[in-house]
C-alpha cells in the first residue's frame, strides 16, 4: 500500500518579487522516513524549494502539501510543528541568554505547559549533550554547538520531518561529522530529512535519494547509486560524483555495492587520519 | 518598508555630477528648515515631487515612506495643535493648562504649523533618496571627498548605505528562521509579543552587524585604508553645463528664500 506523501508539491513554480522565476513546474513527492538530498548549484533553487516545505514560501502557482494541507492556507507557525526548518547559520535562530532558555522558547510560544517544556529541554539537552551547557550564553558556544543548539530549538517543536540547509558549512571535520550523526540518529528515529549541501560525499555516504536542481528545475531524482552513475549529465550541471565512487565505479562495482565500498574505502582511510588533538597539534 | 538597494531607471538626475545632486539637497534642506509656512513647504514638496517624476523613481516607494513616518507625522500634529501658542483662536475644548503650555483653545496657528512641519518631515523624507538612488555609491563618496568632506567620513556614510540593502535582507532571514521557530510577526495588536518578535529579531540583527563591521575592519585595514598618502580615485567626475544649469537655479532658489524668509514672508 502507498504511503501517503508528508511533502507534495505538484506544478509548482514561484517567482520571486523582483521578478525572477526560482522554480518552474516542480512535482515532487517526499514519503515519511525518507533521507532525501538536494544538490544543485548556487542559484539552481534548492532553497527556494525546501522553504516551500514549511510555508516559509507559497507558491506563485500550483499546490504545496504538507501532511495533506495546502500550505497557502496554514501559517509558517503552524507548520513548523510539522517540518522543521534548521538554517545554514544558527546564529539567525538563536537570541535567548542561555541554551536552556533557547530551548524552551519555541515550547513556550506554542503554548505547552511548564513542566512538559522542563521534560521536554531536560531530555533534549541530554540528548544533544548540551546539557553541561545549559547555562551558557548560545554565542558563547563554539560553531559546531551553536549548529547543535540550533537543532535543539527546532527539536523542541517536536516535527515529524526536518531540513536541513547546508548543515555542514563553515564546519571542521569532525564538527561536521557530528552534526551529520546527529542526523543520521534523527533519521533512525523514523524523522523524514532533507538536506541542501554541496558536499558530494556527504550525500553517498548518508542520503538515500538524491534530487539534482537545475534552473529551478529537478534534473535528476533518483537514489545515490542512480544519479552518480549519471556521470555525463552531472558534468553538464557542473557536479561530480565523489571520488570513492567513481573509483568503486571504476573497479567495475555495480549499484549499491558501490555505495558500501565508498563508505568502505573512507572507514579505512579515516584509521589512517591522526586524532584531532594530534591535528590541532599539528596546526599549532 | 522602503526597499534601500532599488535603484532609479536611467535618467537625466544620473547624467549629474554628484556634487551639484550634494549642494541641490542641501539647500533643499536648509530652505524647509528656514520657512515654518505650509503654503512655502507645499511648494517645496512639489518642487521634489517633480525631481522624483524626472528620476524616474516608482511612486509607490513615496507611499511607502509616508506609511512608515505616519505616526510620527500625526504625533507632530496633534503636538502642534495642542501647543503652538497661537493667536486666532478657533476652538476652545478645555480650561487652559498653563503647567503643560496648553492655552485651552485650538487655534490657526497651531493647525498650520502643525501641517508645515509635517510637510516638512515629508519633503525631507522623500529628498534623500533622490540622491541615494540616483547615483552610484562611488559616484557619491567621490563627490563628498571632493565638496572636502574627511575621507574617513565619506566612507564610513557610503559604507552605512551601501550595507543598508544587506542588513534587510539579513533582516529578512532571520524573520524566517524564527518563524520556524513558533515565533509569529503578524500577531496584530498584541503589543507583547511582537515586543519579543522585535527582540528576536534585533539580538541576532545586531550581533550580525557588530560581527560585520569586524570583517570589515580587518580587510580595509589589509587593504592599506587610512595609509598617510593622498589616495588615488579610480572614478573622476567633471561639472558638465547641465550641472552649471543646476547649479545656478539652485541659488536662486536658496537666495530668493532668503530674501523672502529676510522680508517676514514664509512664517508667522
Known amino acids: 500500500m502507498a504511503r501517503e506523501n508528508i511533502i507534495l508539491c505538484e506544478n509548482l513554480d514561484f517567482i520571486y518579487p523582483n521578478g525572477v522565476q526560482a522554480l518552474h513546474n516542480i512535482t515532487l513527492a517526499i514519503e515519511p522516513g525518507e533521507y532525501v538530498a538536494f544538490v544543485g548549484q548556487n542559484g539552481s533553487g534548492k532553497t527556494t524549494l525546501v522553504k516551500h516545505f514549511n510555508g516559509l514560501l507559497k507558491p506563485t502557482h500550483g499546490t504545496v502539501r504538507v501532511f495533506g494541507e495546502d500550505t497557502q492556507e496554514k501559517k509558517v507557525s503552524y507548520l513548523s510543528r510539522k517540518v522543521g526548518y534548521v538554517f545554514q547559520n544558527p546564529d539567525d535562530m538563536l537570541f535567548c541568554n542561555s541554551v536552556e ?26 540528548e544533544l549533550e548540551l546539557d553541561n551547557q545549559r547555562e551558557i550564553h548560545p554565542f558563547a558556544l563554539s560553531l559546531g554547538d551553536r549548529q547543535r543548539l540550533a537543532v535543539a530549538c527546532v527539536l523542541s517543536l517536536d516535527p515529524e520531518m526536518f531540513v536541513f540547509d547546508e548543515p555542514t558549512t563553515g564546519q571542521d571535520y569532525f ?110 | 518598508m522602503m526597499n534601500y538597494g532599488l535603484k532609479s531607471q536611467h535618467s537625466p538626475l544620473q547624467e549629474l555630477d554628484g556634487r551639484s545632486k550634494l549642494i541641490s539637497l542641501a539647500v533643499i534642506f536648509s530652505l524647509v528648515l528656514i520657512f515654518s509656512h505650509p503654503l512655502y513647504m507645499a511648494v517645496l514638496l512639489t518642487l521634489v515631487l517633480l525631481v522624483w517624476w524626472i528620476a524616474r523613481l516608482p511612486f509607490k516607494l513615496i507611499k511607502d515612506l509616508i506609511q512608515f513616518i505616519l505616526m510620527i507625522g500625526i504625533i507632530i500634529l496633534v503636538v502642534q495643535i495642542f501647543f503652538y501658542p497661537g493667536t ?21 496657528e497651531g493647525i498650520l504649523f502643525g501641517v508645515a512641519m509635517v510637510l516638512r518631515l515629508v519633503v525631507i523624507m522623500v529628498v534623500a533618496p533622490l540622491m541615494v538612488m540616483t547615483t552610484p555609491l562611488p559616484e557619491l563618496m567621490l563627490a563628498l571627498v571632493k565638496l572636502k568632506v574627511p575621507y574617513r567620513f565619506a566612507f564610513i556614510m557610503t559604507t552605512a548605505l551601501s550595507l543598508l540593502p544587506s542588513i534587510q535582507n539579513h533582516a529578512a532571514i532571520i524573520q524566517q528562521a524564527q518563524l520556524c521557530r513558533g515565533i509569529t510577526y503578524d500577531a496584530a495588536g498584541k503589543f507583547l509579543t511582537k515586543l519579543r518578535a522585535s527582540a528576536a529579531l534585533m539580538v541576532p540583527l545586531i550581533l550580525g552587524a557588530f560581527r560585520d563591521s569586524q ?27 547641465v550641472d552649471y544649469l543646476l547649479l545656478a537655479f539652485t541659488l536662486l532658489l536658496l537666495v530668493g528664500g532668503i530674501y523672502l524668509r529676510v522680508l517676514g514672508y514664509g512664517t508667522y
Not at chain 1, 584509521?271 to 599549532?284: F, R
Open chain 1, 101 to 126: 532558555e533557547e530551548i524552551a522558547y519555541g515550547p513556550r510560544m506554542i503554548g505547552l505547559g511548564l513542566e512538559e517544556i522542563g521534560a521536554k529541554v531536560e531530555r533534549i539537552l541530554r
Open chain 1, 175 to 284: 564538527g561536521g561529522k557530528s552534526i551529520m550523526m546527529l542526523i543520521d540518529q534523527l533519521h533512525a528515529k523514523g524523522k523524514t530529512i532533507v538536506i541542501i549541501t554541496h558536499d558530494m560525499p556527504l550525500v553517498a555516504e548518508h542520503a538515500r535519494r538524491v534530487v539534482v536542481m537545475n534552473r529551478g528545475q529537478i534534473a535528476l531524482d533518483g537514489s545515490p547509486e542512480q544519479v552518480f552513475r549519471q556521470t555525463a549529465q552531472l558534468r553538464q550541471l557542473s557536479l561530480r560524483a565523489p571520488q570513492v565512487t567513481l573509483l568503486a565505479q571504476n573497479l567495475g562495482l555495480k549499484d549499491r555495492t558501490i555505495l558500501e565500498a565508498a563508505s568502505m574505502i573512507r572507514w579505512l582511510a579515516e584509521d589512517y587520519l591522526p586524532a584531532p588533538g594530534v591535528m590541532q597539534g599539528e596546526q599549532a
Open chain 2, 88 to 108: 486666532t483662536n478657533l476652538l476652545r475644548i478645555s480650561k487652559p493648562v498653563p503647567a503643560i503650555g496648553f492655552s485651552g483653545y485650538i487655534t490657526l
Open chain 2, 215 to 241: 570583517t570589515l575592519d580587518v580587510a580595509m585595514s589589509s587593504r592599506a585604508f587610512g595609509a598617510p598618502v593622498k589616495r588615488t580615485f579610480l572614478l573622476e567626475s567633471h561639472f558638465r553645463p
